[in-house]
């Protein structure tokens, strides 16, 4: 029986399509079918995933190793990017692939979501638009999550910075409370447009303060001894939390491929995912061991705080990083908001659209800051982010997504079928980082308030 579905497409088109039969399919072709106004080129896309991976997590990366050590640290940070990559790897193939089934020239990652259901084996069908509100209420968890994380990081870093120079004994509560104020405005910001400038000054601060941190890390020869070389079991979910954390961006990735002029280079070998995903991890595994060779046991879980206060380029580290998050919470906020208001607007006459909306970013702030001043401490934050949010958008959901869709394609799983065995280790390990780094964060977090 062929049942009809409504999809939205990226491109903001609502299309009643059919769903095909795989000769259909094997005539239709989306990359040719896409209509993009000012598409990016395949550099253009690298810079963008780049962007949505490299922040302010590499600077967590000595914490990471602090927690593995010199060699699991290489080894398990390395494991985690050639997983992340095959994650991203089967969103996008399974993307691509539902659009051709959907003779649509692309899906966004909650339509490809629904999709999957859709169309996939007879007990998935009622858990398509489902799947959809899964994905939309991940990433608002995601997008927050990042946000109040992001809060407690500029905080932590005023912090050291202005007690240091003036002496203050401040809590971190209250620089939480002053960071949300300019928070207010730059929150407000609803063109995204506007958040152009923005996103490009906070890339340059950080690239900034990246360059600053390697002087200082190699300025003097580096001692080896007294490292460990491999972690407590304890800390392993630690380890694996903050590193999948640092690498995830798995929310730019699809709205990035479907803005692609050449999108059959994004997953080529060598292409935009292999290219990014080298990068990131040289310069994770690079900053991660040396960050931690250097401060051993006292590293931070923001190494610009390990550099010093007695040194005013030391110092400008702190701020930089600290600026460069500030200037680019818009551009997180703008995502979950957006979501929100499709979801929200009907509830509001058109005039009180503009109120309405002022409330609601208003409101989520408030709570952001309250949730962020009841947990203030860095680390353990960051740990449940990355077990919480990252290991279930980013690891889980599309194993879960190819794993749908080739259910019902014969042959698809392969010899034996390894791509089912593959699928089922690759889950415990989302499921592992999931179950036991929520824990151990909630645990380190209850125990710094007992």
């Known amino acids: 029986m062929i049942e009809e579905m409504e999809l939205k497409t990226t491109s903001g088109r609502n299309e009643s399509v059919l769903p095909t039969t795989m000769d259909d399919e094997d005539h239709y072709e989306p990359f040719r079918h896409r209509r993009v106004k000012k598409p990016s080129s395949t550099s253009g896309t690298i810079i963008h995933m780049l962007k949505g991976s490299l922040g302010t997590g590499i600077l967590a990366m000595p ?3 602090r927690n593995g ?80 994380v992001y809060l407690i990081f500029i905080s932590t870093t ?7 120079l003036t002496g203050l004994t401040w809590d971190t509560r209250i620089y939480i409370l002053l960071t949300a104020v300019p928070l207010i405005f730059v929150t407000q910001v609803r063109d995204l447009r506007y958040l152009v400038p923005f996103s490009a000054l906070a890339n340059t601060l950080i690239l900034f303060t990246f360059c600053i941190t390697l002087y200082y890390i190699f300025r003097e020869p580096i001692d080896l001894s007294g490292r ?5 079991i304890t800390a392993l979910p630690s380890f694996f939390g903050t590193v999948v954390y640092a690498v995830e961006g798995i929310g730019v990735v699809l709205p990035v491929e ?7 280079h994004f997953l080529a070998c060598p292409g935009v995912l292999g290219t990014v995903i080298t990068f990131i991890m040289l310069l994770y595994n690079v900053t991660g061991f040396f960050g931690y060779a250097r401060y051993g046991a006292s590293t931070e879980a923001n190494v610009t705080a390990n550099l010093g206060s007695d040194e005013v380029l030391a110092l400008s580290t702190q701020l930089l990083a600290a600026l460069a998050i ?6 997180y906020y703008y995502v979950p ?23 609601i970013r208003f409101g989520i702030l408030l709570a952001l800051t309250a949730l962020a001043l009841g947990v203030p401490e860095l680390e353990p934050f960051i740990g449940l982010a990355g077990s919480i949010c990252s290991a279930t958008l980013g690891l889980l959901t599309p194993i879960m997504l190819d794993t749908v869709y080739r259910w019902s394609v014969q042959g698809s799983f392969g010899w034996y079928r390894w ?4 699928n089922c280790i690759l889950l415990a390990f989302g499921v592992f980082i999931l179950i036991s780094g929520t824990y151990f964060s909630i645990k380190d977090i209850v125990s710094i308030y007992s």
């Open 69 to 148: 050590g010199l060699v699991f640290g290489l080894l398990g940070t390395t494991l985690v990017g050639v997983i992340y990559a095959h994650c991203v790897y089967l969103l996008v193939s399974t993307s691509q692939k539902s659009s051709k089934r959907m003779r649509v020239p692309q899906l966004g990652f909650s339509e490809t979501a629904q999709s999957v259901f859709q169309f996939g084996p007879h007990g998935t069908h009622r858990f398509a638009n489902v799947a959809k509100a899964y994905i939309d209420n991940s990433l608002l968890i995601v997008s927050f999550f990042s946000v109040c």
């Open 258 to 264: 479907n803005k692609m002029k050449h999108p059959e």
């Open 326 to 331: 500030l200037f680019s919470l818009g551009i």
């Open 419 to 422: 791509r089912l065995v593959k």
């Open 158 to 164: 005023l912090r050291g910075v202005i007690n240091s």
């Open 63 to 65: 914490s990471a190793f």
């Open 337 to 359: 908001m957006d979501i929100m208001w499709r979801k929200a607007k009907h509830f509001f006459v058109p005039e009180r659209h503009n109120m309405a909306q002022i409330a």
């Open 228 to 232: 460990q070389l491999f972690p407590e």
